[in-house]
């Protein structure tokens, strides 16, 4: 049997079909239009489903990964502050475009479900991953199952709040993780050491670069630039912060990176993985530790892990 994965993200809904076994058969992604309005949303991805069943083959299912507070048991994404879904029954609307069930989720828990069932959780007792990316997303597997919680609003990760009274976030709160790890956030704080050091390389790299994005601050440090390395200390900090909560909290034997500024890769990894060890509990009488990886399977943890929301 094949499953139907969709990641419905702020910019553009992802599609594939994918085997019981996570293997892509097929693929179709289109722009998300948000500005069109719910309806249209679920509309668009009624185009995509259809592109992906041509009824050549057996489909058991359509899974749809969305960011925010996803309930499959009522069909309702409660929340979903980059699509402006408040309380909208996608399911009851994707219904008009498809006869084939259909399974939701949040689009972070569908990537960390890809990820330890094909990805670099895969054999692993416990996986979780963290999305750094527009936001922080995160999923965690436990034993080959998805937390989800009650009424599907778990692993919120993005929102844990790591500074009282911190930034803004544009979940209305103050201080979560995401207002200091999202890609966003490390745009803002470029932004900032740019205003405050004209000196700084930070502004050639940027003007040779098309304009500042996540890797600004981490070029210029390989050039010496010392605002630029302060940018991305704080940035590590931060990271290393959350990242030790969830060690403490789960204590996983997988903790994977995904996401734009996951591409960093070992700038990142190699500091995270020292300073998450020393600050978590117990470390130095652990017999082992958890292991800091990247996600392996990029874009297609998102879909792939989708498609077996339905075959759960
Ligand atoms: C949302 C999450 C989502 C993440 C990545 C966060 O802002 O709260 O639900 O998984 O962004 O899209």
Redesign the pocket.
């Known amino acids: 049997m094949n499953y139907i994965g969709i990641d419905l993200?702020g910019t553009n809904i992802k599609g594939a079909l994918v085997s019981a076994e996570g293997e892509i058969l097929k693929e179709h992604s289109i722009p998300t239009r948000v500005d069109l309005g719910p309806e249209a949303v679920a509309e668009r991805i009624g185009q995509v489903i259809a592109q992906l069943f041509d009824g050549e083959c057996a489909v058991g299912g359509v899974g749809v990964g969305c960011?925010?507070?996803v309930d499959d048991a009522s069909g309702i994404v409660r929340f979903?502050?980059?699509l402006n879904f408040v309380n909208f029954d996608l399911r009851s609307a994707l219904r008009a475009h498809t006869a084939l069930p259909i399974h939701l989720g949040?689009?972070?828990?569908a990537a960390a479900l890809g990820e330890a069932l094909f990805g670099c959780g895969r054999g692993a007792e416990s996986t979780i991953v963290v999305?750094l990316?527009?936001?922080?997303?995160?999923g965690v597997v436990l034993g080959g199952k998805l937390l989800t919680g009650y009424t599907g609003a778990a692993s919120?990760i993005?929102?844990m709040v790591i500074a009282e009274n911190g930034e803004e976030c544009?979940?209305g709160s103050r201080g979560c993780f995401?207002a200091y790890s999202s890609a966003t956030a490390l745009i803002r704080d470029t932004k900032r050491a740019m205003a405050a050091h004209p000196e700084s390389l930070l502004h050639a790299v940027a003007a040779e670069h098309g304009g500042v994005d996540g890797r600004t601050a981490f070029l210029a440090r390989e050039r010496g630039d010392e605002a630029g390395t302060q940018v991305v200390e704080d940035y590590i900090e931060h990271l290393t912060c959350g990242l030790t909560n969830l060690v403490n909290i789960f204590f996983p034997e997988v903790l994977a990176l995904s996401g734009g500024v996951a591409n960093q890769g070992d700038a990142l990894l190699l500091p995270l993985r020292e300073r998450v060890r020393e600050r978590s509990f117990g470390s130095r009488y652990a017999v082992s530790h958890t292991r800091i990886e990247l996600c392996t399977l990029g874009y297609r943890a998102g879909v792939i892990g989708a498609a077996m929301l339905a075959r759960e």
């Open positions: 993200g960011p925010g507070t979903a502050a980059n949040n689009d972070a828990n999305t990316g527009t936001g922080v997303g995160g919120e993005g929102h544009t979940c995401e």
